[in-house]
């Protein structure tokens, strides 16, 4: 008889349950398979209204994100036979409210990564026109936020943060260390434009770095680090301001 | 359409490993903060003359007095590891293209307090 394995998944049918519950499915295991391959397996086979996210199958989209037996994970890059032969819990991202299912409301961070201006921003007046060619930079200096701007916004870290599940007025790790790439960026000149938001008390000091933001990140962004990095330029501004108050204020 | 808002236990850092780890971290400050308390008293009693830093120095030989001191001892150096091991998040450094490695910077900071430790254990034991 072929091998199988349980998944547990949280449902949720806002037109018949007020409340999310559990549903227990038997898929095939196979060795090469992800979750995502057994969650659509239910989805073909077994019951065609389990409703979740998914897209590039291959750890770039971001869309697929779920809880893994408590854990934020890719569920395209999370493999069965990492549990197999024990049963997975599988839940919707913890921290953002539910739709349907495995399938989560992130208009929030939306709002936040609007917010912080992820784009290259530069003064007034000192913007090149467009036939003296790009804002050139030095490999060394891409070397400097390159690891910042891999982020493809699947939210896990959001998930692993505490700070935000408790208070979703947290701006957050990846739209923070987004703002903090181009912050970085030697062609940008935006960041006392997104400083307000950075420093203030839902950007940055909310922050306890716990440090799960970087640990379940498929990309490898660290966003703790670069939220603890901007809290150190940050403090550096506010030294600036009163060991000079005669001097420009940010 | 209802979205469905689900509640953070109280109980919700004993839900995976690191966040236990993270709490005890948070918790070892309070241990942190209580021995510098511990140490401004100690330096107040020498000030109080001969006899009250005596019988000061009398309770800290309890028994109970040197469990809670080796109780802290073990929570202040889980607070120093762990911030340690956190100092190259924060401390980036380049050298060129290369970023200086994190063993590095964090090794450092470990030979640091090694050196000091070394300096304060001969000023105390009269070396």
């Known amino acids: ?250 | 359409m209802s979205t469905y808002h689900r509640i953070v236990p109280n109980t919700w850092w004993l839900k995976r490993r690191p966040y236990i780890f993270f709490m005890i971290r948070e918790l070892t400050s309070v241990f942190v903060a209580g021995y510098c308390i511990f140490l401004l008293v100690l330096v107040y009693k020498l000030t109080q003359g001969a006899d009250a830093y005596g019988n000061f120095m009398a309770v800290l030989k309890l028994p109970s007095s040197v469990a809670l001191h080796l109780i802290t001892l073990a929570f202040v150096l889980y607070h120093t590891i762990t911030w340690f091991n956190l100092t190259p998040k924060i401390l980036v450094l380049y050298r060129g293209e290369d970023r200086v490695p994190q063993g590095l910077v964090a090794g450092t900071f470990y030979a640091g307090w090694v050196v000091i430790s070394v300096i304060v254990a001969l000023l105390v034991l009269g070396v």
């Open chain 1, 1 to 250: 008889m072929a091998e199988t394995m349980k998944l547990e998944i949280f449902r949720y049918r806002p037109e018949k349950e007020s409340e999310p519950t559990f549903q227990t499915f038997k898929v095939p295991f196979r060795e090469d398979w992800v979750v995502l391959d057994a969650i659509n397996h239910i989805k073909d086979e077994i019951d065609g209204t389990l409703s979740y996210r998914w897209s590039c199958q291959m750890g770039v989209c971001g869309s697929c994100g779920i809880m893994i037996n408590n854990v934020p994970k890719l569920s395209c890059a999370a493999f069965l036979k990492d549990y197999y032969p024990d049963k997975i819990r599988i839940e919707p991202l913890t921290g953002f409210p539910v739709e349907r299912d495995l399938i989560f409301e992130m208009d929030d961070f939306m709002t936040k990564l609007t917010e912080i201006q992820p784009y290259i921003i530069r003064k007034e007046g000192e913007e090149k026109p467009l036939d003296e060619g790009e804002y050139l930079q030095s490999p060394a200096e891409l070397a400097r936020f390159k690891q910042y701007s891999m982020c493809i916004n699947c939210l896990l870290c959001y998930a692993a943060c505490p700070v935000y599940a408790l208070d979703s007025s947290f701006i957050g790790p990846a739209a923070i260390a987004l703002g903090q790439r181009y912050n970085m960026d030697t062609r940008d000149q935006g960041r006392d434009a997104r400083q307000e938001l950075i420093a203030s008390h839902e950007g940055i000091w909310e922050c306890t770095f716990v440090g799960e933001c970087s640990a379940v990140c498929p990309k490898h962004v660290d966003p703790a680090a670069a939220i603890q990095r901007a809290k150190v330029s940050s403090t550096i501004d506010w030294f600036k301001d009163v060991l000079n108050p005669w001097g420009k204020k940010k």
